[in-house]
């Protein structure tokens, strides 16, 4: 069976993994020891102890914590409940400006700002963007993912949640 | 049971898909008793069918005239089974694989057996999306494999015609506003018998053609290949027995079934995601188009995906758009080609790749949507308009599970449009002529979770991107390269950034007609999307010409050109370096013919970008502007990296400088952000009296009559009073 080091998983998660490695990991069989092997790399980057039960972005986890099961940003921003869709928390630039979309696009064709804005979801606390929406105006804001997460730890990964 | 080999092939059909109904296994088979009794053996043969299928598909690619066909590799064959199921494929255009599977399965539930009869050596032919591919230009030929008396399976080919006889010239016919309009059908005929093409149908493809010997001869070169195939399966069958065959050919797809569910399972984390992505479509004063229907819309597309715990991946387009007076509609048919061909691309890297992929996924098509037209006589000449951004959200939604799960180098921000040009008119040799340009393969792809994008080399649609050579192109058509270049900032922000697009611009050459028409590409609005904080690639370009340029002027004096628009969006280098009359177009490039001297550019698209802007490496950042990937103005602007010049005069990162920058950027966006709660009270108001742009209401009005969810959903978001909809 197929299987990395933490240390390998690390390098991969972080992008600084050289290409020519990567690519052997793209082109092999997967590591069915992988998810668990991540969780810890992500849970030794965070600066809080609530333990990751699922990476949702880039820099935002679904954890345990004493507030029960929530989004996290990386900084420790909680965003509340992970079954609601974290971006209502969290703060919003909107580009719906010509000047604003250039500031993004400065050498581009660029939309019609009456079709189409640039919603930015950032952390409040720390101002790391975490989604970016392209939508037409008055288009409702998507919950991304809402993941089964009883049943993926339960019946895929046999180690059910508490 | 039915005796299956000698049973009429309708009833074994129909026996087929209860069997799968019953036991919800492909066929019935609830073991793979061969697998299991001799692997090796089955591994063995399997590969030795693709093998057949690769083979076939290179020897018919040297028979093929058309530069689509030999050099960008627009062709996939594939072996089915006698009811028309996949059971191994060639590498290419493998969207249409299971697109020639409803071609075979329609054949035969429309009595093809009986009449027009199904013989061997017969050859049928089809490009009747509502039959069973994506749009005319995909014509497909398939021949009956008999092993004896017995039908034992199909041989089948596809190619991407580069001309089909449009109201337009080329394949992706942007003009067509209904199928009589889209070019040449061929519509599951019989057009060869006794391993022959019929000399009639290929008069009629000689006499309706603008570029005839494309098609014909990938005609001839898709019977090659289908015979190619054919022949090695009986000589296979001659080596393992009937038996064996029937069986083991079942089997295969089964174990594709199978391979599809727990690789679901590996990879990804069950649970609904969802993404949207919008196309704007502008004809509003456009020559040729005639008064069917609005003439600039506003599609939204979105998607939900749901995985189950079994590992079925369901996609869901509930709230998309109604199917309209344009050329983009797409049938099931051609959903199914676009399903099919990023699942290959994505998940089924290893194992056996065929049908089985497809029967463990389910689309949910609302009728009368784009997606599903309930009127057959719709225009679907560009699908691909729709179907590449739509995918695109699919590859994005892929990629949430995938960097769930821990699979980040799997992770990758997907695919975008690729806009076509296509031509017509007078050749540069004086005669007629047709074709559509093919270097669109070759696009930038979005970011991957790990690294940037590929620059100028990947199309969702043919895994195998290809431009083709420039020398090719220009024997075929009257314009000649004065540029070709990347297109700094064209792939989407972001830590990692989306891979970069390229642009080509010609002179006209050596005709006094030249019909340029552009299509799939969005106007007004983006039509892909970024990931987890990286943003979309601009991709609503327009296009810019100039008609009665002095090029060969200045070429005579020795005088600079513009090989290239540049970098000011309101100001061209071609005003800059040209006189003549100047042409900036939104929306298709449908416009009076050009003749010699005329200049004209295309633009391609980027991918979108992923992760935070301000997390990108300030070092790749300054190679990107060393190279001309990225402008100095964006690394600072967007990335916030400062950039100097080292002695030689090469940009180098200031470490130091891009910390201060950043530092003051964030804090900038946190003074800048309002709480979404807030936002959302503000915009309510404007939500409740429909203050939009006409096309944005109308997408609303739309959307909510074909959907009672998005207009439940819609109502939810923003608390509007119960029964609140838009008229339009």
Redesign the interface.
């Given at each position: 069976m197929t299987s990395y080091s933490k240390e390998v998983i690390a390098d991969l998660v972080s992008g600084k993994l050289p290409w020519p490695q990567t690519r052997r990991i793209m082109s092999a069989y997967k590591d069915d020891d992988r998810f668990f092997k991540y969780i810890q790399v992500l849970q030794d980057r965070v600066g809080w102890s609530d333990p990751i039960l699922l990476p949702v972005s880039d820099h935002l986890f679904i954890c345990d914590s004493a507030e029960g099961r929530v989004t996290k940003c990386e900084c420790g921003h909680s965003f509340g409940d992970y079954r609601r869709n974290w971006k209502l928390a969290a703060s919003i630039i909107v580009r719906d400006t010509e000047e604003a979309l250039r500031e993004i696009y400065p050498n581009s064709d660029i939309p019609d700002p009456q079709w189409m804005e640039i919603r930015e979801f950032i952390c409040p606390e720390c101002g790391t963007l975490h989604e970016v929406e392209a939508a037409a105006p008055g288009y409702p804001v998507v919950h991304d993912f809402e993941p089964d997460l009883e049943g993926f730890y339960r019946e895929w990964l046999g180690r059910p949640l508490e | 049971m039915l005796n299956k080999p000698t049973a009429p092939i309708r009833e074994r059909l129909i026996e087929s898909e209860r069997l799968m109904e019953e036991t919800g296994c492909y066929d019935g088979i609830t073991s793979l008793s061969l697998r299991n009794e001799d692997p090796l053996k089955f591994e063995t043969l399997h590969t030795k069918l693709r093998a057949y299928c690769v083979s076939a598909r290179e020897m018919a690619r040297r028979i093929s005239a058309s530069p689509g066909v030999r050099e960008v590799g627009e062709m996939v064959v594939a072996i089915y089974t006698p009811e028309g199921d996949a059971i191994a494929l060639s590498n290419g255009i493998m969207v249409h694989v299971h697109t020639m599977s409803r071609f075979i399965k329609w054949m035969i539930r429309n009595g093809y057996e009986e009449n027009p009869g199904i013989r061997d050596g017969d050859i049928f032919a089809n490009n009747d999306a509502f039959i069973g591919t994506v749009q005319v230009p995909d014509v497909m030929d398939v021949m009956p494999i008999y092993h004896g008396d017995t039908l034992v399976g199909w041989a089948g080919a596809v190619c991407h015609e580069l001309e089909a006889g449009g109201i337009t010239p080329g394949g992706d016919v942007a003009l067509a506003q209904e199928r009589f309009t889209e070019g040449l059908f061929v519509c599951a005929e019989k057009v060869g018998e006794n391993d022959e093409l019929r000399r009639d149908y290929v008069i009629r493809c000689e006499r309706n053609l603008r570029m005839p010997i494309y098609w014909v001869l990938d005609e001839k070169a898709k019977v090659a290949s289908c015979i190619d195939m054919r022949e090695s399966v009986k000589a296979l069958i001659d080596e393992i027995g009937l038996d064996y065959w029937l069986k083991v050919s079942k089997e295969f797809i089964e174990e594709g079934r199978r391979a599809q569910l727990a690789r679901t399972?590996?990879?990804t984390?069950?649970?609904?995601?969802?993404?949207?992505?919008?196309y704007?479509h502008v004809t509003a004063g456009k020559p040729g188009y005639q008064p069917l229907g609005d003439p600039d819309w506003?599609y939204?597309i979105p998607i939900e995906m749901e995985v189950g715990?079994d590992g079925k991946i369901t996609m869901d387009f509930e709230g998309t758009q109604p199917w309209g007076y344009h050329s983009m509609n797409c049938t099931p048919a051609g959903m199914d080609g676009g399903m099919f061909v990023t699942l290959t691309q994505h998940m089924n890297f290893?194992g056996l790749v065929n049908d089985g992929a497809w029967m463990a996924t389910e689309l949910k098509l609302p009728h009368g949507t784009w997606t599903n037209p309930d009127n057959e006589m719709v225009a679907t000449a560009t699908s691909w308009a729709l179907l590449l951004p739509a995918y695109g959200v699919f590859q994005r939604l892929l990629s949430?599970a995938f960097?769930?799960?821990?699979?980040?180098?799997?992770a990758f921000v997907g695919q975008v449009n690729s806009p076509m040009i296509e031509m017509g008119g007078m050749s540069q040799y004086g005669t007629p002529f047709g074709m559509a340009h093919f270097e669109c393969a070759a696009a930038g792809s979005g970011a991957l979770?790990?690294?940037d994008g590929l620059d100028t080399a990947y199309v969702g649609w043919n895994p195998e991107s290809d431009m083709g050579n420039i020398e090719i192109w220009e024997q075929n058509m009257p314009m000649l390269y004065i540029g070709r270049s990347i297109v700094?900032?064209?792939g989407g922000?972001g830590?990692?950034r989306g891979g970069c697009a390229f642009e080509s611009t010609w002179l006209i050459n050596k005709t006094d007609h030249l019909r340029l028409v552009t299509s799939e590409h969005s106007s007004?609005?983006?039509d892909n999307?970024?990931?987890?904080?990286?943003?979309?690639a601009?991709t609503?370009?327009?296009h810019r010409a100039v008609r009665n340029s002095n090029v060969f002027e200045l070429a005579e004096h020795g005088k600079p050109i513009a090989h290239a628009p540049g970098?000011?969006?309101h100001h061209s280098d071609f005003e800059v370096r040209f006189e003549g009359e100047f042409e900036l177009v939104e929306g298709p490039y449908i416009t009076a013919p050009h003749k010699s001297g005329d200049i004209f550019s295309h633009s391609y698209n980027g991918g979108g970008g992923?992760?935070?802007?301000?997390e990108r490496d300030p070092v790749k950042t300054a190679w990107d502007v060393e190279n001309g990937f990225l402008?100095k103005?964006?690394a600072a602007?967007?990335f916030g990296i400062a950039l100097a010049d080292d002695a030689e005069g090469f940009p180098v990162a200031d470490v130091e400088a891009t910390e201060r920058l950043r530092k003051r950027k964030?804090?900038e966006?946190?003074e800048?952000?309002?709480?979404?709660?807030q936002?959302?009270a503000e915009?309510r108001e404007?939500?409740q009296q429909a203050d939009?742009?006409p096309?944005?209401r109308k997408?609303?009005a739309s959307a909510m009559k074909l959907s009672p969810r998005f207009t439940r959903?819609?109502v939810e978001?923003?608390d509007l009073p119960e029964g609140f909809r838009y008229d339009g």
């Amino acid at each position: 069976m197929t299987s990395y080091s933490k240390e390998v998983i690390a390098d991969l998660v972080s992008g600084k993994l050289p290409w020519p490695q990567t690519r052997r990991i793209m082109s092999a069989y997967k590591d069915d020891d992988r998810f668990f092997k991540y969780i810890q790399v992500l849970q030794d980057r965070v600066g809080w102890s609530d333990p990751i039960l699922l990476p949702v972005s880039d820099h935002l986890f679904i954890c345990d914590s004493a507030e029960g099961r929530v989004t996290k940003c990386e900084c420790g921003h909680s965003f509340g409940d992970y079954r609601r869709n974290w971006k209502l928390a969290a703060s919003i630039i909107v580009r719906d400006t010509e000047e604003a979309l250039r500031e993004i696009y400065p050498n581009s064709d660029i939309p019609d700002p009456q079709w189409m804005e640039i919603r930015e979801f950032i952390c409040p606390e720390c101002g790391t963007l975490h989604e970016v929406e392209a939508a037409a105006p008055g288009y409702p804001v998507v919950h991304d993912f809402e993941p089964d997460l009883e049943g993926f730890y339960r019946e895929w990964l046999g180690r059910p949640l508490e | 049971m039915l005796n299956k080999p000698t049973a009429p092939i309708r009833e074994r059909l129909i026996e087929s898909e209860r069997l799968m109904e019953e036991t919800g296994c492909y066929d019935g088979i609830t073991s793979l008793s061969l697998r299991n009794e001799d692997p090796l053996k089955f591994e063995t043969l399997h590969t030795k069918l693709r093998a057949y299928c690769v083979s076939a598909r290179e020897m018919a690619r040297r028979i093929s005239a058309s530069p689509g066909v030999r050099e960008v590799g627009e062709m996939v064959v594939a072996i089915y089974t006698p009811e028309g199921d996949a059971i191994a494929l060639s590498n290419g255009i493998m969207v249409h694989v299971h697109t020639m599977s409803r071609f075979i399965k329609w054949m035969i539930r429309n009595g093809y057996e009986e009449n027009p009869g199904i013989r061997d050596g017969d050859i049928f032919a089809n490009n009747d999306a509502f039959i069973g591919t994506v749009q005319v230009p995909d014509v497909m030929d398939v021949m009956p494999i008999y092993h004896g008396d017995t039908l034992v399976g199909w041989a089948g080919a596809v190619c991407h015609e580069l001309e089909a006889g449009g109201i337009t010239p080329g394949g992706d016919v942007a003009l067509a506003q209904e199928r009589f309009t889209e070019g040449l059908f061929v519509c599951a005929e019989k057009v060869g018998e006794n391993d022959e093409l019929r000399r009639d149908y290929v008069i009629r493809c000689e006499r309706n053609l603008r570029m005839p010997i494309y098609w014909v001869l990938d005609e001839k070169a898709k019977v090659a290949s289908c015979i190619d195939m054919r022949e090695s399966v009986k000589a296979l069958i001659d080596e393992i027995g009937l038996d064996y065959w029937l069986k083991v050919s079942k089997e295969f797809i089964e174990e594709g079934r199978r391979a599809q569910l727990a690789r679901t399972r590996q990879l990804t984390v069950p649970g609904k995601y969802r993404g949207h992505t919008f196309y704007g479509h502008v004809t509003a004063g456009k020559p040729g188009y005639q008064p069917l229907g609005d003439p600039d819309w506003l599609y939204n597309i979105p998607i939900e995906m749901e995985v189950g715990l079994d590992g079925k991946i369901t996609m869901d387009f509930e709230g998309t758009q109604p199917w309209g007076y344009h050329s983009m509609n797409c049938t099931p048919a051609g959903m199914d080609g676009g399903m099919f061909v990023t699942l290959t691309q994505h998940m089924n890297f290893e194992g056996l790749v065929n049908d089985g992929a497809w029967m463990a996924t389910e689309l949910k098509l609302p009728h009368g949507t784009w997606t599903n037209p309930d009127n057959e006589m719709v225009a679907t000449a560009t699908s691909w308009a729709l179907l590449l951004p739509a995918y695109g959200v699919f590859q994005r939604l892929l990629s949430r599970a995938f960097l769930g799960r821990g699979f980040v180098e799997e992770a990758f921000v997907g695919q975008v449009n690729s806009p076509m040009i296509e031509m017509g008119g007078m050749s540069q040799y004086g005669t007629p002529f047709g074709m559509a340009h093919f270097e669109c393969a070759a696009a930038g792809s979005g970011a991957l979770a790990i690294k940037d994008g590929l620059d100028t080399a990947y199309v969702g649609w043919n895994p195998e991107s290809d431009m083709g050579n420039i020398e090719i192109w220009e024997q075929n058509m009257p314009m000649l390269y004065i540029g070709r270049s990347i297109v700094p900032n064209s792939g989407g922000a972001g830590k990692y950034r989306g891979g970069c697009a390229f642009e080509s611009t010609w002179l006209i050459n050596k005709t006094d007609h030249l019909r340029l028409v552009t299509s799939e590409h969005s106007s007004r609005v983006f039509d892909n999307g970024g990931m987890c904080g990286g943003y979309p690639a601009p991709t609503c370009q327009k296009h810019r010409a100039v008609r009665n340029s002095n090029v060969f002027e200045l070429a005579e004096h020795g005088k600079p050109i513009a090989h290239a628009p540049g970098r000011n969006p309101h100001h061209s280098d071609f005003e800059v370096r040209f006189e003549g009359e100047f042409e900036l177009v939104e929306g298709p490039y449908i416009t009076a013919p050009h003749k010699s001297g005329d200049i004209f550019s295309h633009s391609y698209n980027g991918g979108g970008g992923y992760g935070d802007v301000l997390e990108r490496d300030p070092v790749k950042t300054a190679w990107d502007v060393e190279n001309g990937f990225l402008t100095k103005e964006a690394a600072a602007s967007v990335f916030g990296i400062a950039l100097a010049d080292d002695a030689e005069g090469f940009p180098v990162a200031d470490v130091e400088a891009t910390e201060r920058l950043r530092k003051r950027k964030r804090a900038e966006r946190l003074e800048k952000a309002v709480p979404v709660s807030q936002w959302m009270a503000e915009q309510r108001e404007r939500v409740q009296q429909a203050d939009f742009a006409p096309e944005v209401r109308k997408m609303y009005a739309s959307a909510m009559k074909l959907s009672p969810r998005f207009t439940r959903e819609f109502v939810e978001f923003w608390d509007l009073p119960e029964g609140f909809r838009y008229d339009g």
